[in-house]
């Protein structure tokens, strides 16, 4: 059974009812929590619409959707991250295993490269040998500087040792691929705030930020871990890996909501260049179909 999109259930919800009646603001309601808008979200996102069309005498589908997008917006913001020349800039990358965290660091290898930026990727994820592995390929298929310690080693001087290159070359991006072993989470959050304390020592003043990569398809799960990681190191944006469905697209309003943290990047596929900065008008556009 394929699990239909958001943007299809609101089309046949217009079909289905012939007027927005309360049944059909209780059917919006079941449909936006499926589409990963979580439920004290959906109810309160509803109330204020269903408040407002009868109110403002709203019924027909086009302008009930407008006053919805207005409203998703107030919480899917983007932002974008000014590399400043000649300092020395740190990216830390977080998230947990399996959402595409180590070739999402390739990619803005090449993305940033593209744009001039010196581009160093730190394989500050230690305790996968496959991650060190990884971003030492993708370093040389893209042509851009990895600094590596052998396995197991302390994930900070990894860090440390690639701010050091970037000083040394004069400024540029150190992009750290951190390990994301969730489930033991007391240790992961005390070696991520170690990097953090590292990585924020290390990087001129205002040019360290703290992103999280979360798989699109995950929905719910995506806010949860994007509570987890931001309790521990305060995040500053968040990247969405795996965007090819809709069907999940609410995660970000929630996350947008109820953390305030804006979206860098979407990626939509495997290839380097299958990323591209955030529009949460496109975003928004195709949640609803």
């Keep these: 059974m394929v699990k239909r999109s958001f943007g ?46 009868k109110k403002e005498k709203i019924y027909d589908e086009e302008n009930i959707k407008a006053e919805l997008k207005k409203m998703l917006l107030e919480n899917v913001k983007s932002v974008d ?11 830390m990358i ?20 593209e744009k001039n930026v010196d581009v160093i990727m730190a394989a500050s994820d230690t305790f996968r040998a496959a991650a060190v592995d990884q971003i030492s390929m993708h370093g040389e298929k893209l042509g851009v500087r990895v600094v590596k310690h052998q396995m197991g080693s302390d994930p900070s001087a990894v860090v440390f ?14 992009l750290a691929d951190t390990a994301g072993r969730l489930h033991n989470k007391e240790n992961l959050v005390n070696e991520l705030k170690k990097i953090d304390r590292i990585a ?8 360290y930020k703290k992103i999280l990569v ?17 309790e521990a190191v305060s995040l500053d944006a968040i990247i969405l ?6 069907a999940k697209g609410g995660g970000i309003y929630t996350i947008g909501k109820t953390l305030g943290i804006p979206v860098l990047f979407i990626c939509t596929g495997e290839k380097y260049e299958n990323i591209a ?4 008008e496109d975003y928004v556009e195709e949640f609803l179909g």
């Design 8 to 53: 299809e259930k609101l089309k046949s919800l217009f079909t289905h009812h012939k007027s927005a009646d309360e049944e059909f603001f209780e059917d919006l309601t079941d449909a936006l929590i499926e589409g990963d808008i979580g439920a004290a979200g959906a109810v309160e996102l509803v109330d204020r619409l269903e408040s407002l069309c």
């Design 81 to 91: 991250f000014e590399i400043q020349e000649g300092k020395v800039n740190v990216f």
């Design 94 to 113: 977080l998230g947990v295993n399996g959402v595409g965290k180590t070739t999402t660091v390739a990619k803005m290898a090449k993305y940033y490269t």
């Design 161 to 174: 040792d690639a701010a050091q290159a970037c000083k040394a070359k004069g400024g540029g991006l150190v």
């Design 200 to 207: 924020g020592s290390k990087a001129d003043e205002g040019c």
């Design 214 to 230: 979360v798989d699109a398809t995950t929905g719910q799960n995506a806010v949860r871990q994007a509570e987890v990681f931001n």
């Design 241 to 246: 890996t795996k965007y090819d469905s809709t």
């Design 277 to 280: 900065p955030f529009s949460p």
